[in-house]
Each structure stands twice: as structure tokens, then as C-alpha cells.
């Protein structure tokens, strides 16, 4: 064949050639695009994970305090945080957390009361699980319930110690007793013992006077670990608050009560009697010697500060910040409050708002 004629078959042979590679990966193409639609349509929608406004929430150190200073609390977030709960931490709240706050300006805290209830424990708890609160201040342990309806919502409560306390009895100053066992202020308060001679006093009759136990932690405390469980004798005078209280047992010779040492052990105008696990081993919530009411305001009785950490006390207890663990910015704030108590500086705050610390 001429080189004439093949000339042209060449070039269509590299024609052809050319529109087979094109068909090729034209193919190719809307075969692969069509797969990868398909596994798209294929896969779930989830949106993209925005990490950008979860906070970093600091742990907390439970084998002791944390900083010095509130300066060397990390992680405060900014904003106004609602608070609540227990009346045992008004000293707290009144001395301490104002002194956070002018640390920390863009940290500021509001104490809420509850709508239809009494403020306490209890209730701020129930705020907190009911989204009413950032974090709430108890001066029990959390409940079985709680942790439960926690976890009904899709979060888990955390309750972090920052102070020691404990409950104080208070007395008419003239009633003439050494102290009382546990099982002695169980008998009064469940009515088996209803005169003070039964307990080595004179004949006087009894009267106790106790806060409803919907009122708080150191009523539900109370009746938990010193009454047993048992209810609370129709005798005993339901008072609203503490200051009610003491004010009635200052008035009634046969007075008692009992709330937190710090409410009690200072007053002037009745005594805190010894409690003991035994008979005759009582052991003062304050320090000896013990200051008269004659002698008060001048001087006033201190907590027995080392009796509380040793538990030598027979009624200690641990206040605690209770956190909703959701990884939002309302479990930081409790967290940092919480870091704020335990740091050296808050600790000594909170000796000087009459509580025991931790360390």
C-alpha cells in the first residue's frame, strides 16, 4: 500500500483512539460520581459537632484544696449565675461570696428562692435538676432519687465537698445538764422523754421545737441519722426558721433545738449543750472553756474546730456544691465556685464565716 493511502487511515485510527479514551472517562466519571451520591444518601444526617461553646470544665481536686488565691481558680466563665439552697450556708453566702465576686467581677452570683417552698437542700436541688439553677449549695448528701431524676433528664449530679459542720443543741441557759447521748435526743424528740429530770436535770418539763423536714438538709440530717427514720413526736413545736427558734428556747425554760453549730454555738441568749455517742463521754461543739451569756456579747463561744475534723463530734457533716454535669457553661460556673472554696484563701474565709475546713 502507497504511503498516500495510508495516511489517512493513521488518522483516523488516532481518531477513533481518542474517542474511546474520552468515552472511557466520561464513563468512568458518572459511574463514580453515582456512587459517591448514593453513599452519601446512604449515611445518616448528623450535623457537624460545634465545639466551639463547650466549655473546658476544670476538674476539681478531691484529695485536698486547691490554689492559694482566688486568682489561681482557672476556668471562670463570665455571666449571672443563679444560685440556691441550703440556709446552713448564709454565713457563706454573706462573707464569702461577696469576696468572690469582687475578685472575680465578671463572675456574679444571684441567690434564688424557690417559688411554692421553703428554702433549703431540698428544694435548691429540685431547682437545679429542674433547670432553675446553675448550681446549688446543700448541706446534706445528695439523695438516690436525685441522682436518679438526674439521670432521667440526661445528666448526672455531682456533689463536691468544701466544709466541714455540724448540728448544735441549743438549751435554755438556765437548764442544768453535763450533755446528751444520741439516743437521748432521739427519746426527746420522738416523745419517750418529755421531762429534763429524766436526763439529770431538774423537773422541768420539755419542749422541743424543730423546722418541718420539707424545710431543709439539716432537718432531712436530723431525721436520718439521729431520730433513725423515725417521725418526729406531735409535741415537738414546727417553727419556721432558726432565728424562730432560738428566740422560743430563750424564753421557754424547757427549750430545745438543734440547727447548724455555727447558728447555735455563738448565741448569747441560750447554750449549746455536749452530745456524746455514750453516757458521761460528751463532747462540746465549742471550745472550753465555755462562755456565759453574762459574759456575751464581750466574748463569744468558738466552734471546737478539731472535734469536727476528727469526728470526735458525734453529728459532723459535709457541705457540698452540687454540679449538673451536662458539659455546659452552668457546670462550669459550679465548678469554679466550688474550686473558689477550696482554694487557701477560701478555706480561711470560710473558718472565719464559723465552718470547719475541709483540710
Known amino acids: 500500500m502507497s504511503q498516500k493511502n495510508e495516511t489517512p487511515i493513521l488518522i483516523l485510527s488516532l481518531l477513533i483512539t481518542t474517542l474511546l479514551i474520552a468515552g472511557g472517562w466520561w464513563w468512568f466519571k458518572k459511574n463514580s460520581d ?12 448528623k450535623p457537624d459537632l ?3 461553646n463547650t ?6 481536686s478531691t484529695s485536698g484544696t486547691g490554689g492559694n488565691t482566688f486568682a489561681s481558680v482557672e476556668n471562670v466563665p463570665t455571666g449571672l449565675f443563679n ?3 441550703s440556709t446552713s450556708w448564709a454565713p457563706i453566702r454573706e462573707s464569702v461570696d461577696k469576696k468572690i465576686q469582687a475578685e472575680k467581677t465578671d463572675f456574679r452570683l444571684r441567690y434564688v428562692q424557690p417559688l411554692n417552698s421553703t428554702a433549703g437542700s431540698s428544694s435548691g436541688i429540685e431547682m437545679l435538676i429542674n433547670d432553675r439553677l446553675a448550681f446549688a449549695q446543700s448541706s446534706r448528701p445528695l439523695l438516690n432519687s436525685e441522682l436518679s431524676r438526674g439521670k432521667q433528664r440526661g445528666f448526672t449530679l455531682q456533689q463536691i465537698p468544701v466544709a466541714i459542720d455540724g448540728l448544735a443543741v441549743a438549751v435554755n441557759p438556765n437548764i442544768n445538764v453535763p450533755g446528751l447521748t444520741i439516743e437521748q435526743l432521739k427519746s426527746i424528740y420522738t416523745g419517750k422523754i418529755t421531762n429534763w429530770n429524766q436526763v439529770g436535770g431538774a423537773n422541768i418539763p420539755i419542749q422541743a421545737y424543730s423546722r418541718r423536714i420539707s424545710d431543709g438538709g439539716t432537718v432531712e ?9 423515725q417521725p418526729m413526736a406531735s409535741t415537738v413545736e414546727l417553727v419556721s426558721t432558726t432565728t424562730q427558734a432560738l428566740r ?26 455536749p452530745l456524746g455517742r455514750t453516757q458521761g463521754k460528751y463532747v462540746a461543739p465549742y471550745q472550753e472553756p465555755f462562755v456565759l451569756p453574762s459574759e456575751c456579747p464581750q466574748s463569744r463561744n468558738k466552734l471546737n474546730i478539731e472535734a469536727f475534723q476528727s469526728g470526735d463530734y ?3 457533716r459535709n457541705l457540698f456544691v452540687v454540679v449538673k454535669q451536662n458539659g455546659q457553661t452552668e457546670q462550669q460556673a459550679g465548678v469554679a465556685y466550688a474550686n473558689f472554696l477550696r482554694t487557701q484563701q477560701g478555706q480561711e474565709l470560710i473558718t472565719q464565716s464559723g465552718f470547719v475546713r475541709i483540710r
Open 34 to 45: 453515582a456512587n459517591i451520591t448514593s453513599l452519601i444518601k446512604s449515611q445518616p444526617n
Open 50 to 52: 460545634d465545639t466551639s
Open 55 to 60: 466549655p473546658a470544665v476544670p476538674p476539681v
Open 83 to 85: 444560685y440556691g439552697g
Open 221 to 229: 440530717l436530723f431525721v436520718q441519722d439521729v431520730l433513725g427514720g
Open 248 to 273: 422560743k428556747v430563750a424564753a421557754s425554760l424547757g427549750g430545745i433545738y438543734y440547727a447548724s453549730a455555727p447558728e447555735v454555738v455563738p448565741q448569747c441568749s441560750i447554750k449549746s449543750l
Open 314 to 316: 458525734p453529728i459532723t
